[in-house]
C-alpha cells in the first residue's frame, strides 16, 4: 500500500509546497513557486541531481522566442501545435498541446531573465518533424549541463533540495484524495514523515519498471533502458490509487542512435543531414528521416538488434559541435575509413551491400523507404561510422492533468491539491512511439513545471489568507 489514511497523522514539520524529483520538471517547478513566494522542499532519491534530464540530449523547443528572432527564424505556438499534433497523429490532448507550445518561449525567456540560463538556437538542420529552427540548448549542448545550470539556479534562490530521501509512501484523507503528507526512506532504511499543503510529482514516468514496461509498452520490452532507473512508475501507481486518471500509457520515447557497447547517444542530426543506417548486411531498412524514436523499434528488429550509423568527414565535423559525440570519438565509439574498402573492412559488413546503401544517397529523389536525399549531400569519402542500437529514453504516458497541471480524477475533475509535470503527466506524443516529437519530453518537463509552481503557490498562498481570516494555524490544509 503506498497511499496511506492521514487521519490521526500528525507530521513534525509540514511545508507549503513539496516536490518530488528534482530533475527539469521538479527544479523549474521549484523556481517558479520560490518566485512566487512560497516556500518549497524538492525530494531527490540520489545522492546529488541528475535523473532523465542529464542523460538527455538537453534540447528544448519552443516557439517565437528572442533567441529564435536573434537568428531569424520566424516561429509561432500556432505552429508548434501543428507540427506536434502531426507527429502524433492528431492524437496528442489539444489543451495540453496549446498550454505547453504557448508556454515554453516565455518560460525559456523567463528562465534567462529571472535565472541567468543562457540559451542558444541549433540552427544548423532540423530534427525531425519541425518545420522551424526551435531547439533551445544551453551552450554545452548535454542534458548534463542543462541540470547542472538549473541545480546552480536552484542553489542562488535558495531552494532547498533534500538528497537521498526516496519517497515511499503518501498521505492522503481517505474521503477526499487530498495530499496531507509523504513518508520518505533513507539509505539506511529509517523513515520520516514530512506534512505538505500541495504537493508536485516530477518523478518521471515507468521506463526503469520492465514490467509495467511490458504490459504497456510490448513492443519496447527488453529493449536497453537509457533513462534513469529510479523511474519506477511511482507517479502511476499513486494515481491509480487516488482515483486519478491515466492517458496514453503506451507512448514512449524510443531513440535509434546509442552507441554500442559504449552507452552514449549519437546526435540524430548526422542522419538528418545525409547519414544512413545499414543493418549487419550492409543494407539500409528504413527511412531515417522518419523520427528517432520510432527508429529504436526499427532497428531492434535487425540481427542481434543492431545497426551502424554510416555518414562521412562532413557530417563527423557536425556531430563534434555536440559533447556527447565528442566523447563518443574519445572512447573509440566513431570508426574512420578513408575509402570504401576500408569502410567495409572496419565495421565488417559486405562490400558490395554497403557500396549499394552509399550510392543511394547520391540518388537526388525520394527512395523506396520514402526518404528524400534531394536536399542533402551524397556521402563521400573519408567515411566514419558507429555501431548502435536502439533504447527506451522514456515513457510519455501518465497522469491525466489540465492546463493548470492539475492532476484529473476520471470524471476530469482535479484532485486537491495534486499536481504533475514531465514524465508524470501524460505528455503530447499520443498513444505511440512513432508520435513522438523531436524533444517533447523536456517541452513538457520544462513548461509543465512551471505552471505546476506557479499554480501550487497560488493554491497555498490562497489558503494561508483564509487560515489567517479564521484564526487557523497555516501547517496542515484540513
Known amino acids: 500500500m503506498t497511499i496511506l489514511a492521514s487521519e490521526g497523522v500528525s507530521f513534525p514539520i509540514t511545508l507549503p509546497i513539496v516536490i518530488i524529483g528534482s530533475g527539469a520538471c521538479g527544479l523549474t517547478a521549484a523556481l517558479a513557486a520560490k518566485d512566487a513566494g512560497a516556500e518549497v522542499l524538492v525530494l531527490e532519491r540520489d545522492p546529488v541531481p541528475s535523473g532523465s534530464t542529464a542523460l538527455s540530449s538537453g534540447l528544448i523547443p519552443a516557439a517565437g522566442t528572442r533567441f529564435q528572432t536573434s537568428v531569424k527564424v520566424e516561429d509561432t505556438p500556432a505552429i508548434f501545435a501543428e507540427d506536434i499534433q502531426a507527429k502524433a497523429g492528431g492524437d496528442a490532448e489539444q ?9 515554453a518561449g516565455p518560460c525559456l525567456e523567463w528562465l534567462a531573465d529571472r535565472h541567468d540560463l543562457e540559451w542558444v538556437v541549433l540552427d544548423d538542420f532540423l530534427y525531425p518533424g519541425h518545420s522551424r529552427y526551435r531547439m533551445h540548448a544551453v551552450p554545452e549542448k548535454t542534458g548534463s549541463a542543462l541540470i547542472g545550470r538549473l541545480i546552480a539556479a536552484a542553489q542562488t534562490a535558495g531552494v532547498d533540495i533534500m538528497t537521498d530521501a526516496l519517497v515511499t509512501a503518501l498521505y492522503a484523507e481517505s474521503n477526499t484524495a487530498r495530499i496531507c503528507g509523504l513518508q520518505i526512506t533513507r539509505p539506511d532504511g529509517t523513515k520520516e514523515d514530512i506534512g505538505c499543503e500541495a504537493l508536485i510529482l516530477a518523478c518521471n514516468g515507468y521506463g526503469g519498471n520492465a514490467e509495467m514496461i511490458r504490459k504497456y509498452i510490448p513492443e519496447m520490452a527488453g529493449a536497453d533502458y537509457f533513462g534513469h532507473t529510479g523511474n519506477q512508475g511511482d507517479a502511476v501507481i499513486w494515481g491509480h490509487e ?16 546509442v ?34 524514436s520510432e527508429q529504436a523499434v526499427d532497428v531492434l528488429k535487425q540481427p542481434e538488434g543492431v545497426a551502424w550509423n554510416i555518414f562521412d568527414e ?24 578513408d575509402s570504401l574498402e576500408d569502410l567495409a573492412a572496419v565495421t565488417g559488413l559486405p562490400l558490395d551491400a554497403l ?17 528524400n536525399f534531394a536536399a542533402t549531400k551524397p556521402l563521400e569519402p573519408p567515411y566514419r561510422a558507429v555501431k548502435v542500437t536502439g533504447t527506451l529514453f522514456h515513457t510519455q504516458g501518465g497522469l491525466r492533468i489540465n492546463d493548470d497541471a492539475r492532476v484529473l480524477h476520471e470524471d476530469a475533475s482535479p484532485l486537491p491539491n495534486l499536481f504533475a509535470g514531465g514524465g508524470a503527466a501524460c505528455g503530447v506524443s499520443g498513444p505511440r512511439i512513432n508520435g513522438y516529437l523531436s524533444g517533447n519530453g523536456l517541452l513538457t518537463a520544462v513548461t509543465l513545471g512551471r505552471i505546476a509552481g506557479q499554480r501550487a503557490a497560488e493554491l497555498v498562498a490562497g489558503h494561508s489568507l483564509k487560515l489567517v481570516m479564521g484564526g487557523g494555524r497555516r501547517s496542515t490544509l484540513g
Open 95 to 103: 489543451a495540453i498541446v496549446d498550454c505547453v507550445t504557448e508556454n
Open 242 to 257: 487516488l482515483g486519478a486518471a491515466t492517458h496514453h500509457l503506451s507512448a514512449c520515447q524510443g531513440h535509434g542512435s
Open 259 to 292: 552507441a554500442t557497447p559504449h552507452g552514449i547517444l549519437i546526435t540524430w542530426a548526422l542522419m538528418m543531414e545525409g547519414g544512413i543506417q545499414v543493418n549487419l548486411a550492409g543494407e539500409r531498412f528504413s527511412n531515417e528521416h522518419q523520427g528517432y
Open 314 to 337: 562532413r557530417l563527423h565535423y557536425l556531430g563534434m559541435a555536440f559533447e556527447d559525440y565528442q566523447n563518443a570519438v574519445l572512447q573509440d565509439a566513431v570508426r574512420k575509413a
Open 355 to 371: 557500396g549499394k546503401s552509399i550510392a543511394e544517397t547520391a540518388g537526388g529523389s525520394t527512395d523506396r523507404f520514402g526518404r
